[in-house]
């Protein structure tokens, strides 16, 4: 790997811009995910950024049991995401269901069945540590992986 291709990977790892979506959930996973992104945890020391525009995004966090009403919003907001890109499940709702996993619900979980998802922090709800970590493990092997296939 070239010395300018090193360069450009140590930046764009430090370079995280984060996008948020809740598909379904009972808003527990969206609280701590807040708290991940708010001040207290100061993320810009990391290098993460927040975006609602799925275009200017990285990473995709999905909060959420994974409603009928996404399963088509939802490989749509996907494909507008620029390479590279990967998802992070956030909870037990998108990776499982959850307590909303029975018979009697309406949920299409997990949402691996319609995106793919390259981590998964389960928890009901994960703290935000745990969210914050998973970020920053899966931020650097996204941009090396997407380097590594354009050669
Ligand atoms: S994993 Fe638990 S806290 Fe998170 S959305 Fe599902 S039920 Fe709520």
């Known amino acids: 790997m070239s010395l300018l291709q090193r360069v450009k990977n140590v930046v764009r790892s430090r370079s995280i811009h984060v996008c948020f979506v809740d598909v379904g959930s009972c808003n527990g996973c969206d609280i701590e995910v807040l708290a991940t992104l708010a001040p207290r945890y100061d993320i810009e020391q990391y290098g993460i950024y927040v975006h609602n525009n799925p275009r200017e995004a990285d990473i995709l966090l ?3 049991a994974m409603t009928p009403q996404w399963e088509d ?6 494909e507008r995401i620029p390479e590279p890109k ?3 499940a956030i909870g ?4 499982s269901g959850c307590v909303f996993q ?6 299409s979980a997990p949402v691996a069945k319609f ?4 981590a998964e922090v389960p ?3 994960p703290r935000p540590t745990e969210i914050l970590s998973a970020i920053l493990s899966l931020a650097p092997t996204v941009f090396k992986d997407f380097e590594e296939r354009r050669r």
Do not use: E, F, M
């Not at 919003?73 to 996907?78: E, N, R, T």
């Not at 037990?92 to 990776?95: G, K």
């Not at 029975?102 to 949920?107: A, G, I, P, W």
């Open 62 to 64: 999905v909060i959420g």
């Open 73 to 78: 919003k939802l490989p749509a907001l996907w």
């Open 86 to 88: 990967a998802a992070i």
């Open 92 to 95: 037990n709702c998108p990776i």
């Open 102 to 107: 029975r018979r009697d619900t309406y949920v």
């Open 115 to 118: 995106i793919p998802v390259a």
């Open 123 to 125: 928890g009901c709800p």
